[in-house]
């Protein structure tokens, strides 16, 4: 009989709760009152009632319509100024196209800056691709700029200048805002800049040099960002991962023994997925198996036999990896 008042009394508790919730100021405490004088709760009860906070209302949908505004307008304009540079671009002269790129780079700045942002995240994606273009247009402003028509900086200098402004540029952006979009604009950056500087220091194994100047940067970045230097982590894992794989595919091009580069790299990133337990890395390892040990194959096993034993090679590495994937998933924890 106690068992059963005991579990019916917890079952008004639970009741008084659930209508306490819906509540708030006087009428709150008058419920809570008479609570007490039936029983139903004693004051320390009341009290933690009175005390908790009350949930706010559902979030609104308004940001998500104003992401999609925005993604909207930019089409438009987008739309809007191919269809006058493909009118107008002939008569169009170089100094306004330079005000043009660099009056889109500012104004989508700004729009981005005042977007209120905290704790929106439609929002916040908003931001970071309007960002994003407001880089691509200054890259094209900065191109003009140091063009034959106004600095004419020439072709070493020029695309060097251009480079560095922009990934100045896009490391602030990801400064403010910490985002994947800005991440990755910030890595391209920083990339392009380096295989450009690596690119003009001599003509031996071009391919070679820039390859492993990239290969060795993308490393690097990898390192930091798993050290949580640079954020997010899954941007930067992909960059890495493209990064690497990118510069190993570079250097397989140029002669013997740079392959067991590109392997190399391949086992690394499946290796990192598997300790990480990252999927995009096991993803970027199995691409990576894919496009290069038939490369290697062909070259020291030319012919039909060498193609089709890096294939079942390629396809034993990505069978290895959904078995351990489903095995992994599966398990109970």
């Known amino acids: 009989m106690e068992v059963r008042q005991s579990h019916s009394a917890g079952r008004q508790r639970k009741r008084v709760m659930v209508m306490a919730i819906s509540s708030s100021g006087p009428g709150l405490r008058e419920q809570l009152a008479g609570w007490t004088a039936q029983g139903l709760i004693d004051a320390e009860q009341a009290a933690r009632i009175e005390a908790a ?7 609104r949908r308004l940001p998500l319509v104003v992401e999609a505004l925005g993604y909207l ?9 191919l269809v006058a540079a493909r009118e107008l671009l002939p008569t169009v002269t170089v100094g306004v196209q330079l005000a043009f790129a660099g009056a889109a780079a500012v104004v989508l700045l700004l729009v981005g800056i005042m977007l209120p942002t905290r704790g929106q995240p439609a929002l916040g994606r908003l931001r970071s691709v309007l960002w994003l273009t407001s880089a691509v247009a200054l890259a094209a402003a900065a191109a003009l700029l140091t063009g034959p ?12 200048v251009t480079e560095a402004v922009v990934t100045a540029y896009a490391v602030v952006l990801w400064w403010r805002s910490r985002a994947t979009l800005q991440h990755l604009a910030a890595f391209a950056g920083t990339a392009a800049l380096a295989t450009t500087a690596l690119a003009q220091t001599g003509d031996l194994y071009d391919n070679w040099r820039v390859g492993t100047g990239l290969w060795v940067l993308s490393l690097l970045w990898g390192i930091t960002v798993h050290r949580g230097y640079l954020v997010p982590r899954t941007a930067g894992y992909v960059a890495a991962g493209i990064g690497l794989l990118v510069g190993a595919q570079l ?3 140029v002669q ?4 067991v580069l590109a392997i190399a790299t391949v086992a690394g990133l499946l290796a990192a997925g598997v300790a990480l337990r990252r999927v995009l890395l096991l993803g970027l390892g199995a691409v990576g198996a894919v496009v290069m040990f038939p490369q290697a194959a062909h070259r020291y096993l030319p012919g039909g036999l060498g193609a089709a034993a890096a294939v079942l090679a390629a396809g034993v590495v990505i069978l290895g990896i959904a078995l ?10």
């Open 53 to 59: 906070p009350v949930p706010g209302p559902a979030p």
């Open 73 to 81: 307008g930019a089409v438009l304009g987008v739309i809007a100024a």
């Open 149 to 160: 028509h106004f600095g004419d900086m020439g072709p070493v200098a020029r695309p060097l």
């Open 251 to 253: 250097t397989i091009l």
């Open 256 to 259: 013997p023994g740079t392959e």
């Open 324 to 333: 351990w994937l489903a095995r992994t998933r599966t398990k109970p924890s």
